[in-house]
């Protein structure tokens, strides 16, 4: 375990010995990272569908395929700030939205 008592520290090292603590004393209990699919439904992808851990493995060969792929997934906990920003039909969101929407329409 990293000591980080009398030293300069960023909120984010403090964070992650925190967590790291924790996750010793209490193991299952520190948070896994949770990523939520934005982008339109498809066969494979119910739209808002949850992912802990990391991004889904199974979609590997589509993020080599369709770049925007990986950027239509969110913390969940910025789901109100990016439909704001999807509404407006200019926006990086929505234009992303749009290139996945085109790539999965061609995948079959």
Same mark, same amino acid.
């Given at each position: 375990? #990293? ?40 066969? &494979? ?9 990391? +991004?889904?493995?199974? +979609? ?7 770049? #925007? &792929? ?6 969940? +906990? ?17 234009? &992303? ?12």
């Amino acid at each position: 375990m #990293a000591s980080i008592e009398g030293q300069k520290t960023s909120p984010t090292q403090v964070g992650e010995t925190i967590e790291e603590v924790v996750g010793e004393r209490f193991p299952g209990t520190v948070k896994t990272e949770k990523f939520m699919y934005v982008g339109p439904a498809t066969k &494979l992808l119910p739209k808002y569908a949850i992912y802990e851990g990391g +991004l889904p493995s199974f +979609l590997d060969e589509h993020f080599e395929k369709c770049t #925007a &792929l990986c950027k239509v997934f969110i913390d969940p +906990l910025k789901l109100t700030e990016h439909q704001i920003a999807i509404a407006d039909g200019s926006s990086v969101q929505a234009m &992303l939205y749009k290139k996945v929407e085109e790539y999965f329409s061609e995948v079959k």
